[in-house]
C-alpha cells in the first residue's frame, strides 16, 4: 500500500515479532534459543539486567518507520530510550548493520546467539545503547537529548528526515520539554524534516508519568500549542502507516504512540498486573531463575511470537 514490492503489513508485523522474540531472549535466556528443548532454570541467566517495558513500542516504530522510509535515502531514526537497548539491538542484528562492525553478529544461528548470551553479560553487550552500537555517538542512558540531536541533524540539510521516538518520561525532562521550541527555529526550505514519535506508554520506572495521566484533549493541545499538528497513532500497523502517510503531508506533524507498558509480556505475575503497568519497566518476571510458574510464562511468553515461522535454521530469517 504504502511500501516497496513485496512488502505488506504482514511483513512489518513479523518483522516486529522476530525483533520482540530476541528482545525476550537477550533479556533472559544463556542457552536454548531457539527453544529446541523445554525451557529449564539453567538456560536463564544469572542475572537478569535490562528494560521490557519500552521495547514492544521501539521494536513497532522501527520496523514500520523502516519500510516507509525504505526509499527515501535521507530517514534516520533517533531514539531516546536508550535503555530499550535490546529492541535496538534485535532491528540491527536483523537488519544486518551490527554484523557490519562485529564479525560475530552473523545473521544465523551463531549470530543468535553470540547476540542473546552477551546482552548484559560481563564483557558483553551493555543494557543501554552505548558508543559500540552502530551509529549510536553517546552513552544511551540520560533521558532527553532525542530531541534536540534530531532537530540538530535537520538544520541546514533539507534532503534528511529525520523520525525520533521519545519516551513520555523522557518528555518530563526539561531538555526534551523545552526542545518542543526548536520547531520554531527548524522547518522552511533550508532544513530537514523532523517527525517527533511521543511513545506514550503511561509508566515510567515507578510510577505514571504526568503525560499518561492528561486527557488526550489536553495533551493533543499541549503539542498543538507548541507549533505541531498531533495525530494519534495506536499498536495497529496499518494505523501507524496511514498516520505516517498523513504526517507526510504535514509541515509539522507530531505522532503520539500509545501503547500499553510491556506489551506482549506477561499481564499478571503473582497477582500483580504487571502489561500495562508500571512493573513491566525492567524485568517482568524476576524469579525466573528459580520459579516454576514464571519459567512457564517465559516458555509460554516467547513461543507467542511463533519466532519459527520467520527463522529457518537452513535459510535464515524468512522476513
Ligand atoms: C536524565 C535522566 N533522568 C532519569 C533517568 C532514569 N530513568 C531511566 S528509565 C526512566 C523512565 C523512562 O520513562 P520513559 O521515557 O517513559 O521510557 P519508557 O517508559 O518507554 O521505558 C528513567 C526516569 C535517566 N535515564 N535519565
Redesign the pocket.
Known sequence: MYFGSGVTFDTIKRHVAVCDYLTVAQLFLKSNFLLESQLSFEDIKPRLLG?W??CH?INLAYANLKYFYEKNPGYSFVL??G??FPALNANLFVDGELEKIDKNATRNLHGIEYLCKNFSWPGGFPSHASPVTPNVICEG????YALATAFGAALGHPEKTIAVL??????E?A?ALSSLNMVKLAGGKSNGKVLPIL?L?G???SAP?VYGRKSERELSELIRGFGYTPLAVSESIEDFQIKLADAEKLEHPFLILKTE?GSGGPSVVNDQKVAGNYLA?QIPLPNVKTDETELKILEEWLKSYNFAENYSPEEGFLI
Open positions: 528494560h517495558g519500552t513500542g531516546g530510550p535503555h530499550g542512558g540520560e533521558l532527553g521519545i519516551g513520555d518520561g523522557e518528555l525532562t531538555t511513545h506508554n509508566y515510567k520506572i508519568t507498558k519497566h
